[in-house]
């Protein structure tokens, strides 16, 4: 019996996921920590976790035409199953974690980050996903498993609640 080759046995080594991984985990941190209304620790957990039931599924998805606009939505379909549960034993923070911006005015910011909290998460996801992520409806919605119609009245209920939680002048002063 030889034993000389191993390689159906053995999982190969995954370089082009870790490549993968480090390339797009920026723009998953970055979304998840959109969604997450600033959590910075429950973002990082969120990616992690998408990465890694991504990385459990390798060898199919890195056949996929676009595994980055993939990992979106599982990262998407991540945070949502996450609050559906939140029998987590982590408590929620009403304090921002020192992080260094380098773009934009750090209130407006903070502010915007604060309304999204004030959001459902579901609210929440629609919102990051259309106008942060700059999907379509119909990407939304495959990407939450809800009807096209069900994300255009979502947008339209979440963005009246954000200019209620913003205020009447916060677009006036938000342009100068």
Known sequence: MDHTSTSET??????????????CGGRLFRTAYLLTGGDAYLAEDLVQEALSRMYVRWRRLSRLENP???????????FVSYRRRRSSSERVVHEFPEIVVHDGDPTLRLTLLQALRELSPQDRAVLVLRFWEDRSVEETAAALQLSSSAVRSRSHRALGRMRVLLGDGFATQAIH
């Open 68 to 78: 980055a606009g993939y990992a979106q939505v599982v990262l998407a379909n991540t």
């Open 10 to 23: 053995t999982a190969p080594r995954p370089v082009d996921f870790l490549e993968f991984a480090a390339a």
